[in-house]
């Protein structure tokens, strides 16, 4: 019955499928890599390493492996849930976003996301916490609390996800971006 189930569920995610675009399609196996121990999801190599040479870099048996690429695929099933969407927060950057606002006591105000010049890959994500909603900005909200994107942001942030990380990596927002063709070394920056 167990192997029944198994074999219905959709295989998003295979063992030669390179790092860097799993994890473009797949935001949320960010967490279950890092987890895993494989750190690059940011790193130049990912570009043109399969899932299954970065695990067996980092001594993983072919058992490793596939319990690994079982646990991605888990995951990425919520961002496939996602596709076709114009931006996603996820239900913990949500959560975070209202202890944020609370802690600030500034309960009514969103959560502003933008993009500026600059980093080594050529662009920065901006967040701050934001009062003035305009006529020029697009709302998305989840759990009570809103996050806004001005229009001209749109295209460059269509399908992407914020969400809360605090992994070993570091806590905070994190913002996953399929238009993104890249990103520096140390995940600041993007181009």
């Known amino acids: 019955m167990e192997q029944e189930a198994k074999t219905q569920e959709k295989v998003l ?12 399609k797949y935001p949320s196996v960010v967490d279950p890599l890092m987890d895993a ?22 001594g993983m048996s072919d058992e490793d492996v596939d319990s690994i690429i079982e646990k991605l695929n888990k995951a990425a099933a919520g961002d496939a849930s ?14 975070k976003l209202a202890e944020v606002l609370k802690e600030n006591k500034q309960e009514g105000s969103a959560l502003r996301v933008g993009i500026i010049s600059g980093g080594c890959s050529g662009f920065k994500y901006t967040l701050e916490l934001d009062n003035n909603i305009t006529n020029d900005d ?19 942030l269509k399908g992407a ?8 990596t570091g806590a905070g927002f994190k913002i996953s971006n399929p238009n993104a063709k890249g990103s520096c070394g140390c995940g600041e920056s993007f181009h």
Do not use: W
């Not at 995610?13 to 473009?24: C, L, N």
């Not at 121990?37 to 980092?58: A, D, N, R």
């Not at 709302?139 to 009570?144: A, S």
């Open 82 to 95: 996602n596709e076709g969407k114009e931006f996603i927060v996820t239900p913990k950057a949500a959560h």
């Open 138 to 156: 697009k709302v998305f909200e989840l759990d009570g609390v809103k996050v806004v994107i001005g229009t001209d942001f749109l295209p460059m």
């Open 37 to 58: 121990g494989i750190h690059c999801v940011g790193c130049h190599v990912s570009e043109f390493e399969t899932l299954e040479q970065g695990f067996k870099g980092h």
């Open 13 to 24: 995610i295979t063992k030669d499928m390179t790092i860097s675009s799993v994890v473009r």
């Open 161 to 168: 996800q914020l969400d809360y990380s605090d992994g070993l």
